[in-house]
T-cell receptor, first 117, second 111 residues
Framework: NAGVTQTPKFRVLKTGQSMTLLCAQD?????MYWYRQDPGMGLRLIHY?????TTAKGEVPDGYNVSRLKKQNFLLGLESAAPSQTSVYFC????WGQGARGTGELFFGEGSRLTVL | RKEVEQDPGPFNVPEGATVAFNCTYS??????FFWYRQDCRKEPKLLMSVYSSGNEDGRFTAQLNRASQYISLLIRDSKLSDSATYLCVVRASGGSYIPTFGRGTSLIVHP
């Protein structure tokens, strides 16, 4: 089972460049999330989606855009990268409801490490 | 005040020790509570949910105190493999399912 797959896993950008992170899940989950994790800051929500064609802002949305054209994919875009966006980005997904374990568990990808010079 | 607060640690304990972490949350309407585990440079994974009556999974016990708005995680007989960061996660009731993560508590178990 692939679960949640993020690409790319590593990327180095120059300030002002653009890029897109792709998150793909094969579990037919409705909810998908993009978080960033910085040292001492924990996981902070950037954007999320409750279903195909819908997106919403999280805690730290500035400088990012997202799209969910297909249920299984959630894209995170950086239009003009800044050094402050150097971080580890995690995508997560969740089934509508409590899921098989009855926990409302979030499933995470392995992370994408982005450095902006 | 951050919505979910944890002592970052690190908690440095010998093998076999019992260690406990607390996590406080500010939103009294919070409905769901979890502990996730994150190994160094890895993704978070669910350790256990936290139920009102408290729950146990092997060496791990989670408790919820709604009156004081905190949850706890107790680890008995610590193993070297328990070394990780433990993330407290809280979800408010209603609306979309938006979990809020604490900054995590680092645990180091040494021989």
């Amino acid at each position: 089972n692939a679960g949640v797959t993020q690409t790319p896993k590593f990327r180095v950008l120059k300030t002002g460049q653009s890029m897109t992170l792709l998150c793909a899940q094969d579990m037919n989950h409705e909810y998908m999330y993009w978080y960033r994790q910085d040292p001492g800051m924990g996981l902070r929500l950037i954007h999320y989606s409750v279903g195909e064609g819908t997106t919403a802002k999280g805690e730290v949305p500035d400088g990012y855009n997202v799209s969910r054209l297909k249920k299984q994919n959630f894209l995170l875009g950086l239009e003009s990268a800044a050094p402050s966006q150097t971080s580890v980005y995690f995508c997560a997904s969740k089934l509508w409801g409590q899921g098989a374990r009855g926990t409302g568990e979030l499933f995470f990808g392995e992370g994408s490490r982005l450095t902006v010079l | 005040r951050k919505e979910v607060e944890q002592d970052p640690g690190p908690f440095n304990v010998p093998e076999g020790a019992t260690v406990a972490f607390n996590c406080t949350y500010s939103n009294s309407a919070s409905q769901s509570f979890f502990w996730y585990r994150q190994d160094c440079r890895k993704e978070p994974k669910l350790l256990m949910s936290v139920y009102s009556s408290g729950n146990e999974d092997g060496r791990f016990t989670a408790q919820l105190n709604r009156a004081s708005q905190y949850i706890s995680l107790l680890i008995r007989d610590s193993k070297l493999s328990d070394s990780a960061t433990y993330l407290c996660v809280v979800r408010a009731s209603g609306g979309s399912y938006i979990p809020t993560f604490g900054r995590g508590t680092s645990l180091i178990v040494h021989p």
